[in-house]
Structures are given as C-alpha cells and as structure tokens.
C-alpha cells in the first residue's frame, strides 16, 4: 500500500535557490495537504486544495506555491529559498469530509544554507 | 485562532506502566479528535479517534478519553512498550470550518519509555 508518497527525503539548498517538493496519494483522496514541522515543534498548514484545480493558503504560506493539476498529485514550490524554510514538510491527505483522518506522508527534510 | 495545546512537553514511564498524555483544546465547535504517534524521522500515524458525541473509545491498548465540558482530551497507552517511544500529537477539526477538513495540532508530548 503506497498510500502518501513525497520526494525527495533530503535535500540541502542554497539561499535563493528554488525547488519542488513532489507529493502523490493513491488513495483517491479528494483533499490534500502540505504541513511543515520545525524542530519540537506541532505542524503548521502550508497550503490545501480541496481538489484538483482547487488551492488555497493555510496558517503559513509565504515563500510557498502549490499547484494542483491531478487528483493524485500536489507539489510544493518553493521560491528564493531562504534560511526559514529549514524545516521537514510533511505532505498529506483526506476524505472530502469534516471528520475524517488525515494520512501522511513520510516527509521531507530540507536544509537551506 | 485555533488553539490546541499539550499539558507535558515530555513524559517518561516505566516498561509495564500505563502512560497518560493529555491535550487541551479551545474551540468548542471541534467535533472530531485524532491522536497521532510519531516516531522518529517518521510521519504522523494515526493511533485512534473520536468523535464529540463520544466520552471514550477504546482500541488495542490505547484509549481515548473526550471531557467536552473542559474542552481536554487524553491518551491512555495500557502496559508501555518500549516500540510506543514516540512524540504524540492530538489534533481536532470542526465540521463547521469553512476551509476545508483543516486539522489544528499540538505541540505534541515526547514519550520515553525506561526499560
């Protein structure tokens, strides 16, 4: 069962740099999610789509781009990377209800120096 | 804005005792409630849930207790493990969020299990 798969697992990027981190759900998941946790830290809500062609911004979003052109897939972009965005990034997914358990993915750990 | 909150940043118990981890919540509307265990360098797993019109549910040596009238929640684990080692994260959403199925987390209780 793949269930929620995010790529890369590690990454080191350098200020100003920019990359995508890419998340795919073979659940047929209609909600998706991006989280970052810093370190001891809860996680906090990125960007969410609520399906495909659907986005829209959660608690922390500046610095950050998503896109969702599938159901399946939702990668994050981040521009002009910067020291703050050192962090793991937990990719996510749901039912399309209130009341259902969201599923994670195994996250991805990005260093930007 | 939301506000979910852990009593104990960290907690150590003894293999064979029983481990309780507890979480506040503020928003009263929150009618849904997950507990995640993660390990390190791991993802969140889902451990058990339980919905507002619940007190408690029971799963395989876990057990969650729901006090709306406090707005607390807590995490009972029956004869620790050393495997059960993780940070645990409770999380809660409301049906009436008009922002999709958005979950609020914890900062999350670290638990160490002494062999």
């Known amino acids: 069962n793949a269930g929620v798969t995010q790529t890369p697992k590690f990454r080191i990027l350098k200020i100003g740099q920019s990359m995508t981190l890419q998340c795919a759900q073979d659940m047929n998941h209609n909600y998706m999610y991006w989280y970052r946790q810093d370190p001891g830290m809860g996680l906090k809500l990125i960007y969410y789509s609520v399906g495909a062609g659907i986005t829209d911004k959660g608690e922390v979003p500046n610095g950050y781009n998503v896109s969702r052109s599938t159901t399946e897939d939702f990668p994050l972009r981040l521009e002009l990377a910067a020291p703050s965005q050192t962090s793991v990034y937990f990719c996510?997914?749901?039912?399309?209800?209130?009341?259902?358990?969201?599923?994670f993915g195994e996250g991805s750990w990005l260093t930007v120096v | 804005g939301e506000s979910v909150g852990l009593h104990l940043p960290t907690l150590s118990v003894q293999e064979g005792d029983n481990s309780i981890i507890n979480c506040a919540y503020s928003n009263s509307a929150s009618d849904y409630f997950i507990w995640y265990k993660q390990e390190s360098g791991k993802g969140p797993q889902f451990i058990i849930d339980i919905r507002s019109n619940m007190d408690k549910r029971q799963g395989q040596r876990v057990t969650v207790l729901l006090n709306k009238t406090v707005k607390h929640l807590s995490l009972q684990i029956a004869a620790t493990q050393p495997g059960d080692s993780a940070v645990y994260f409770c999380?809660?959403?409301?049906?009436?969020?008009?922002?999709?199925?958005?979950?609020?987390f914890g900062t999350g209780t670290s638990l160490t299990v002494i062999p």
């Open positions: 999380a809660e959403n409301s049906k009436f969020t008009n922002t999709g199925n958005q979950f609020y």
């Open positions: 996510a997914s749901s039912w399309p209800a209130a009341g259902h358990t969201i599923y």
